[in-house]
C-alpha cells in the first residue's frame, strides 16, 4: 500500500518519538523476556543425551543404595556442578551431604532352605535356588502346604486357602495370576503377589514362599543368576516426615494382630528345583501346574507328608552412608537471594533384581540430566532467589536423601518457596505430564506452571490423577516431594507416568523420548524463573490448616496421609 505526501511527513516529524518509546518498552521489559528466552537456548537435547548415556548405563550396576557405582556417579554430578559453576550449598564448601543409612547384607552361607524326610536332609542355599528381600535374622521352620496361588475367592469359585490349615507351616504358591488378571500399571514384580502373602501371614503361616515363572526358570536354565543379589541400605525411621501409612487404616492392623499368632514371618522366592524337592513331586509336575493356571484352571492345594522344612536366614548390619549432590545458583537480588526454590530428582535406581541390571533411565537418569541442564539455563541469567539443585539418594529405598535433607537442611525450611521435583520424565504421550500435588497447598503454583506452559508455547495438556491422596497405588506418596509437603512447603511431582518397564531391565536409554525430556526440562527451569522472580514466597492457599512453612505442620493430619 502506498503513504500519500502528507502520512510520509508526519511519520518523518515522529519517529524519534517512536524510536524513544520503543527503547523505553525494551529496556522496561526486554531483559527479563530475552534472560529466559537466552536459558532455554542452553538447554540441549544434545547435552541431556550426552550425559544421560553416561549416567543411565547399564556399567553402574542399577546404581544401588548405597553402592561404588553410584558413589562414582555422585561424583560425575558433584565435579559437572564445580565445573559448571554452580556454588555448594553444603557451610564445608562440599557439594556432598553425606546420609547415613544401615545395609542389611544377607550372610550367604547361613541363608539357606533345609528339607527334613525320610532320606535325610536336603540344603538349597540363598543366591543359588532361593532369594528374599531380608531384612532380620531369624528361623522360620514347619510343614509344607502347598496353596496353589494363595488366592481365596469364594464368590468366584476360586478358593485355593479352603480347609486349608495355615497356623505355623511353610506356605508354598505359584508366582502366576489367572488368566484376565489386569494389574495398573506401576505396580512391581513383587507387588502382584502382596496381597496374597499378607493373607496367608493373617492366617498364621511361618513363611511363604513363591515358585518363580516357568520365564524366570527357563532363564535360570540358560546360566543368568536370577536370584543375583546386592545389599540394599536404608535410612532407619528416626524423622517424623518418614512416617507415612501406606497400608491399612491403623484400626484395621490393630484389630488383625490380635487374630494373628505370635509367630515370626518371612517371605522368599525359590527354583523349580527347590519346589519340586520341597512339594515330592517332579519338575514336570511343577511345569505342569503353570500351564493349568493359564489355561484358566485351577490347581489343587494340599498338605505335603513326610517332609519339614527350615529356612534360615542370617542377615548382617552395618552403618554406611550414601550422599545428596547439592548445588546453588545464588539468586540475583541481596534481600531474596537468602529465599529458595529446591529443584530435585533422584539418582539412585534399582541395582539389580530378578538377577538382572534396572539401569534406570527413566526412573532416575531423566530428571539427574534435566537437573544438569536447568542448572546451565539459570546461571546465565539469575532469578532473584537462589535455587538450589538437589540430586537426593536412596529414594527407592525409602527416600533416604530427600528425607534427611528437610532434617538436616542447609538453609532455613522456612525459606523454601516450592519444591520442583522430578522423577521419570521422559517417556509415554509427548504431548502429555503428570502434576502431582500441584494443587494441593498452593494455588500460586500450579497457577506458575500453566502459565508458563501456555506463555512459552510448550503445551502440555496436565493430568491430576495421582494427586488423589486416596488413589489406591497412592502415587503421591511415592516421591522425593513428599518430605516438603510434610513440613508445609508447596511441592510439585513432574511426572511422565508408569511405563511397562518400569523397575525392569527394560528400563533403558533406547527408550527414552528425548523430545518429551526436552520440553519437560524447559517447563521445570521456566517455572523456576518465574516462581524465582515473585515478590513473595509462593502462598498456602489452599489447605486452611497449613498456613506457614516449618515442622509445626508434622503433626497435622492431612498430611500424613492415614495417619
Same mark, same amino acid.
Given at each position: 500500500?502506498?503513504?500519500?505526501?502528507?502520512?510520509?511527513?508526519?511519520?518523518?516529524?515522529?519517529?524519534?518519538?517512536?524510536?524513544?518509546?520503543?527503547?523505553?518498552?525494551?529496556?522496561?521489559?526486554?531483559?527479563?523476556?530475552?534472560?529466559?528466552?537466552?536459558?532455554?537456548?542452553?538447554?540441549?537435547?544434545?547435552?541431556?543425551?550426552?550425559?544421560?548415556?553416561?549416567?543411565?548405563?547399564?556399567?553402574?550396576?542399577?546404581?544401588?543404595?548405597?553402592?561404588?557405582?553410584?558413589?562414582?556417579?555422585?561424583?560425575?554430578?558433584?565435579?559437572?556442578?564445580?565445573?559448571?559453576?554452580?556454588?555448594?550449598?553444603?557451610?564445608?564448601?562440599?557439594?556432598?551431604?553425606?546420609?547415613?543409612?544401615?545395609?542389611?547384607?544377607?550372610?550367604?552361607?547361613?541363608?539357606?532352605?533345609?528339607?527334613?524326610?525320610?532320606?535325610?536332609?536336603?540344603?538349597?542355599?540363598?543366591?543359588?535356588?532361593?532369594?528374599?528381600?531380608?531384612?532380620?535374622?531369624?528361623?522360620?521352620?514347619?510343614?509344607?502346604?502347598?496353596?496353589?496361588?494363595?488366592?481365596?475367592?469364594?464368590?468366584?469359585?476360586?478358593?485355593?486357602?479352603?480347609?486349608?490349615?495355615?497356623?505355623?507351616?511353610?506356605?508354598?504358591?505359584?508366582?502366576?495370576?489367572?488368566?484376565?488378571?489386569?494389574?495398573?500399571?506401576?505396580?512391581?514384580?513383587?507387588?502382584?503377589?502382596?496381597?496374597?502373602?499378607?493373607?496367608?501371614?493373617?492366617?498364621?503361616?511361618?513363611?511363604?514362599?513363591?515358585?518363580?515363572?516357568?520365564?524366570?526358570?527357563?532363564?535360570?536354565?540358560?546360566?543368568?543368576?536370577?536370584?543375583?543379589?546386592?545389599?540394599?541400605?536404608?535410612?532407619?525411621?528416626?524423622?517424623?516426615?518418614?512416617?507415612?501409612?501406606?497400608?491399612?487404616?491403623?484400626?484395621?492392623?490393630?484389630?488383625?494382630?490380635?487374630?494373628?499368632?505370635?509367630?515370626?514371618?518371612?517371605?522368599?522366592?525359590?527354583?523349580?528345583?527347590?519346589?519340586?524337592?520341597?512339594?515330592?513331586?517332579?519338575?514336570?509336575?511343577?511345569?505342569?501346574?503353570?500351564?493349568?493356571?493359564?489355561?484358566?484352571?485351577?490347581?489343587?492345594?494340599?498338605?505335603?507328608?513326610?517332609?519339614?522344612?527350615?529356612?534360615?536366614?542370617?542377615?548382617?548390619?552395618?552403618?554406611?552412608?550414601?550422599?545428596?549432590?547439592?548445588?546453588?545458583?545464588?539468586?540475583?537480588?541481596?534481600?531474596?537471594?537468602?529465599?529458595?526454590?529446591?529443584?530435585?530428582?533422584?539418582?539412585?535406581?534399582?541395582?539389580?533384581?530378578?538377577?538382572?541390571?534396572?539401569?534406570?533411565?527413566?526412573?532416575?537418569?531423566?530428571?539427574?540430566?534435566?537437573?544438569?541442564?536447568?542448572?546451565?539455563?539459570?546461571?546465565?541469567?539469575?532469578?532473584?532467589?537462589?535455587?538450589?539443585?538437589?540430586?537426593?539418594?536412596?529414594?527407592?529405598?525409602?527416600?533416604?536423601?530427600?528425607?534427611?535433607?528437610?532434617?538436616?537442611?542447609?538453609?532455613?525450611?522456612?525459606?523454601?518457596?516450592?519444591?520442583?521435583?522430578? &522423577?521419570? #520424565?521422559? *517417556?509415554? +504421550?509427548? =504431548?502429555? !505430564? %503428570?502434576?502431582?500435588?500441584?494443587?494441593?497447598?498452593?494455588?500460586?503454583? /500450579?497457577?506458575?506452571?500453566?502459565?508458563?506452559?501456555?506463555?512459552?508455547?510448550?503445551?502440555?495438556?496436565?493430568?491430576?490423577?495421582?494427586?488423589?491422596?486416596?488413589?489406591?497405588?497412592?502415587?503421591?506418596?511415592?516421591?522425593?516431594?513428599?518430605?516438603?509437603?510434610?513440613?508445609?512447603?508447596?511441592?510439585?511431582?513432574?511426572?511422565?507416568?508408569?511405563?511397562?518397564?518400569?523397575?525392569?531391565?527394560? &528400563?533403558? #536409554?533406547? *527408550?527414552? +523420548?528425548? =523430545?518429551? !525430556? %526436552?520440553?519437560?526440562?524447559?517447563?521445570?527451569?521456566?517455572?523456576?524463573? /518465574?516462581?524465582?522472580?515473585?515478590?513473595?514466597?509462593?502462598?498456602?492457599?489452599?489447605?486452611?490448616?497449613?498456613?506457614?512453612?516449618?515442622?509445626?505442620?508434622?503433626?497435622?493430619?492431612?498430611?500424613?496421609?492415614?495417619?
Amino acid at each position: 500500500m502506498l503513504l500519500n505526501l502528507n502520512q510520509t511527513c508526519i511519520m518523518k516529524r515522529n519517529f524519534p518519538k517512536v524510536l524513544f518509546f520503543l527503547l523505553l518498552g525494551l529496556i522496561c521489559t526486554g531483559p527479563a523476556t530475552f534472560s529466559q528466552l537466552r536459558g532455554l537456548g542452553t538447554i540441549s537435547k544434545k547435552e541431556l543425551k550426552y550425559n544421560l548415556d553416561f549416567l543411565g548405563a547399564v556399567e553402574f550396576r542399577g546404581r544401588e543404595t548405597p553402592s561404588p557405582e553410584l558413589e562414582i556417579a555422585t561424583l560425575y554430578l558433584g565435579n559437572w556442578a564445580g565445573r559448571t559453576g554452580l556454588k555448594p550449598v553444603m557451610k564445608d564448601g562440599s557439594f556432598y551431604q553425606p546420609v547415613p543409612v544401615t545395609v542389611a547384607s544377607v550372610f550367604q552361607p547361613g541363608t539357606r532352605i533345609t528339607l527334613t524326610g525320610a532320606n535325610g536332609d536336603r540344603i538349597y542355599y540363598f543366591g543359588k535356588e532361593l532369594n528374599g528381600n531380608f531384612n532380620r535374622s531369624g528361623t522360620y521352620r514347619g510343614e509344607v502346604v502347598f496353596a496353589g496361588l494363595g488366592i481365596s475367592d469364594p464368590e468366584t469359585g476360586w478358593d485355593d486357602l479352603k480347609n486349608l490349615d495355615l497356623r505355623g507351616k511353610i506356605v508354598v504358591i505359584l508366582d502366576a495370576q489367572r488368566p484376565g488378571t489386569v494389574f495398573p500399571l506401576g505396580f512391581t514384580m513383587t507387588g502382584r503377589l502382596m496381597s496374597r502373602i499378607f493373607e496367608l501371614r493373617n492366617r498364621g503361616a511361618a513363611a511363604v514362599l513363591s515358585v518363580v515363572s516357568p520365564e524366570r526358570e527357563r532363564r535360570k536354565a540358560g546360566g543368568q543368576n536370577i536370584f543375583d543379589y546386592i545389599p540394599e541400605g536404608r535410612m532407619t525411621p528416626v524423622y517424623e516426615t518418614q512416617r507415612i501409612n501406606l497400608g491399612q487404616a491403623a484400626a484395621v492392623q490393630a484389630a488383625e494382630e490380635k487374630t494373628r499368632p505370635s509367630l515370626p514371618f518371612e517371605r522368599a522366592e525359590i527354583s523349580h528345583d527347590l519346589a519340586a524337592d520341597m512339594l515330592g513331586i517332579t519338575k514336570d509336575e511343577i511345569a505342569g501346574m503353570f500351564s493349568k493356571i493359564e489355561q484358566g484352571l485351577q490347581v489343587p492345594s494340599f498338605a505335603v507328608s513326610g517332609i519339614s522344612a527350615r529356612l534360615d536366614v542370617e542377615v548382617e548390619t552395618f552403618r554406611s552412608e550414601s550422599r545428596n549432590v547439592l548445588a546453588m545458583v545464588e539468586g540475583s537480588d541481596p534481600v531474596l537471594k537468602n529465599e529458595y526454590i529446591v529443584i530435585s530428582g533422584h539418582h539412585d535406581a534399582r541395582g539389580i533384581d530378578d538377577g538382572a541390571i534396572i539401569a534406570g533411565a527413566d526412573d532416575n537418569g531423566s530428571a539427574c540430566v534435566a537437573l544438569m541442564e536447568i542448572g546451565r539455563a539459570l546461571l546465565v541469567e539469575r532469578p532473584k532467589r537462589s535455587v538450589i539443585l538437589a540430586w537426593f539418594t536412596g529414594e527407592e529405598q525409602g527416600m533416604n536423601g530427600s528425607h534427611y535433607f528437610v532434617n538436616n537442611c542447609p538453609v532455613p525450611v522456612e525459606k523454601i518457596s516450592v519444591c520442583l521435583n522430578m &522423577d521419570m #520424565i521422559s *517417556r509415554n +504421550d509427548p =504431548d502429555s !505430564l %503428570y502434576l502431582v500435588g500441584s494443587d494441593l497447598l498452593s494455588s500460586e503454583l /500450579d497457577a506458575s506452571i500453566r502459565k508458563v506452559n501456555k506463555k512459552y508455547g510448550i503445551n502440555f495438556t496436565f493430568d491430576y490423577l495421582y494427586s488423589n491422596l486416596t488413589h489406591p497405588q497412592r502415587v503421591y506418596f511415592r516421591s522425593d516431594q513428599y518430605p516438603f509437603v510434610r513440613l508445609g512447603i508447596p511441592s510439585v511431582w513432574f511426572f511422565c507416568g508408569f511405563t511397562y518397564d518400569y523397575h525392569t531391565e527394560w &528400563d533403558i #536409554i533406547e *527408550r527414552v +523420548d528425548y =523430545d518429551k !525430556l %526436552y520440553k519437560t526440562t524447559r517447563l521445570v527451569y521456566l517455572t523456576a524463573y /518465574d516462581i524465582g522472580n515473585m515478590k513473595h514466597l509462593v502462598r498456602l492457599d489452599v489447605n486452611p490448616a497449613v498456613t506457614s512453612r516449618g515442622k509445626h505442620n508434622l503433626p497435622e493430619k492431612s498430611l500424613f496421609g492415614g495417619r
